[in-house]
């Protein structure tokens, strides 16, 4: 009856998706189908419009590039006639791919700009003839949809308006290009002047577009607004048949995503958005959880088979580029889209991973995980024995738990602080033998007078100091190393890797890449403090640890104890191994009884 059925809860197994995805020609039978619905990436041109979004022209260059390996129906690249840097991206883009209209994967690469100027010609315009210089296949022009825009905004008549469609539209058609229109404020407009609406697209159609975008531009449109209005567009268009509906949607209210599913229920076949749905004020369409939506949630194509595994990757090898990283919640590729903190949930999921699930996490390229901490249950702590290849007995499990609980009470945070928590599993091991022991340490910070040639007579620059010694046993070996640093916990950390290494020469490839703190109240100095600290090594391996005290240097004491000792039995000279089982030799020879390799 053309309702809306709800999404049931059933999910898919890997094998399950396949199946259905080959009865629909798109994986399995080693045909490829057209896509129902074709994405269309805006992140350097809409995405780059996000506050604290600035990307060089060797990051464009780079997201780009690897869209088109993803193999994303569109990549619009910039507005040429806006900008020295989106001129450049499509002179570097030419030479690199020799003119080549279509990269690999069949992608095409767009330019957007706007219709001709009111009141002039297209050939006199600096914006067309810049988009037309580009030599990109094709054009993406804005052009205004609201009547009140056209008159307070543009200062022109509606007519003119029709007309600047017009000519633009069969300016560039008459050099062989692909355009589209993306007709701005489309549904505002709509919504106030219907009628008029209808004729900005209509005019369009007759000048022979292949496309027809519909901008909802101000993001405050709700689905059923969203999905009646296309339909109404797809009616208005009905006549060409070959022009195809599109839409762009904004997430003023949340609903960029939901909106532009919204559209293709309705008919649209083109979605544009961004790569984790950045964008001007609160975002775009994040790209990547419509494509999983359509894929998984509505059985329509809209990648190349195989590649919905990487959505993930995708996701975030773009973030890490515009230095904007997803938050741990995104839908389908965030870090928490599967992760799992209440003890109930995750002793159900052990059991049923699809009753906390929604869908199998490997569809899309991701994991299912459980975080430790107060909220957890004895399935949190199995979870972490397994996968650090561990056996741990019934009553180990409750004791490690119990103290879990407490050292949170305490201050600590363990959820994203997975190696302490291993820490704590191995250290339960009766016959496990520490690689190294730090019998006492000291930290001393203080100020060393300089004479200052410039300063007043009597005065002297003061310059901070700051050193720590520890002690350090080693095989039965007691010994004293010392360090400096610019504050006292990096001179505590310099101490402590003097001491290792000559030892432990894999401690030289640790490196500290984070150091957050977090006053836990306001007891003044007697508050707690939470340290938590990320270390890495060169080949990209992350670890973290936290420590908490009233003491900052206590505090970042524990932490760099955890984090380095964990580096010893996880690292060698060539390398970490992380995240599955712990591997190192060491401790398949010294962990048994309670806590078994």
């Not at 002039?120 to 054009?139: F, M, R, T």
Request: charged residues 20%.
């Amino acid at each position: 009856d053309g309702r809306h059925v709800p999404c049931c809860i059933r999910t898919w197994t890997t094998d399950e998706a396949e199946d259905v995805h080959e009865m629909q020609g798109v994986v399995g039978s080693g045909k490829s189908k057209a896509m129902d619905v074709q994405l269309y990436d805006t992140t350097l041109r809409d995405g780059a419009q996000m506050v604290d979004v600035a990307m060089t022209l060797e990051d464009k260059l780079k997201i780009a590039q690897r869209l088109c390996d993803f193999g994303v129906g569109y990549v619009e690249a910039g507005w040429p006639g806006s900008n020295p840097k989106d001129a450049a991206f499509f002179d570097a883009w030419n030479k690199i791919h020799r003119g080549e209209s279509v990269p690999p994967h069949g992608t095409k690469l767009a330019a957007f700009g706007s219709t001709r100027r009111k009141e002039a010609k297209c050939e006199d315009d600096p914006n067309i003839v810049s988009l037309l210089e580009c030599q990109a296949p094709v054009i993406t022009m804005v052009a205004k949809a609201w009547s009140e825009q056209v008159l307070h905004v543009l200062n022109t008549t509606k007519e003119e308006n029709l007309s600047m469609i017009r000519d633009s539209v069969a300016y560039f058609k008459g050099f062989g290009k692909e355009v589209m229109l993306d007709a701005e404020h489309f549904f505002d407009g709509f919504k106030a002047d219907p009628s008029y609406a209808k004729e900005c697209i209509r005019a369009a159609a007759e000048s022979g577009v292949d496309a027809v975008v519909l901008c909802e531009t101000n993001g405050g449109c709700l689905p059923w607004d969203v999905e009646a209005i296309t339909a109404m567009a797809m009616e208005t268009l009905a006549p060409w048949e070959g022009v195809r509906i599109g839409i762009h949607t904004h997430n003023d209210t949340g609903m960029a995503v939901a909106n532009s599913l919204a559209a293709v229920r309705a008919g649209a076949t083109i979605v544009q958005g961004c790569i984790n749905g950045i964008g001007e004020r609160t975002g775009n369409a994040d790209l990547v959880t419509v494509a999983a939506n359509l894929e998984l949630k509505m059985g329509m194509s809209c990648m190349p088979q195989g590649r919905i595994s990487e959505l993930t990757e995708l996701a975030h090898t773009v973030a890490d580029v515009c230095h904007q990283p997803p938050p741990k919640s995104n839908p389908y590729i965030g870090s928490s889209a599967f992760a799992h903190k209440g003890g109930i949930h995750v002793a159900a999921v052990r059991k049923l991973p699809h009753s906390y699930n929604h869908i199998d996490p490997g569809l899309v390229g991701n994991a299912m995980r459980s975080v430790v901490s107060e909220l957890s249950g004895r399935g949190n702590i199995l979870d972490k024995v397994e996968s650090a290849g561990l056996q741990l007995d019934k009553e180990g499990v409750g004791s490690v738990l119990a103290m879990i609980k407490q050292l949170e009470n305490e201050g600590f945070a363990f959820e994203n602080a997975g190696a302490s928590v291993d820490m704590i599993l191995i250290r339960r091991g009766s016959l496990y033998t520490p690689p190294f022991k730090v019998l006492e340490y000291t930290v001393m910070s203080g100020n060393r007078l300089e004479e200052d040639p410039g300063s007043q007579e009597g005065c002297a620059a003061r310059a901070s100091t700051n050193q720590a010694m520890v002690k350090l046993e080693i095989d039965g070996k007691a010994f004293m190393s010392a360090g400096e640093g610019n504050g006292p916990v990096d001179a505590l950390a310099a101490a402590l890797r003097t001491g290792l290494c000559s030892e432990f020469p894999q401690i030289e490839n640790v490196l500290l890449k984070d150091y957050n703190v977090h006053l836990l109240d306001t007891r003044g100095s007697q508050s707690t403090t939470r340290v938590t600290i990320e270390f890495s090594n060169p080949a990209c391996s992350k670890w973290s640890t936290v420590g908490a005290h009233t003491s900052i240097v206590d505090a970042s004491f524990r932490a760099l104890l955890d984090g380095l000792e964990f580096g010893v039995l996880n690292c060698t000279t060539h390398g970490c191994k992380l995240n599955n089982q712990l591997s190192s030799n060491m401790l398949s020879t010294q962990l048994a009884n309670g806590v078994l390799p």
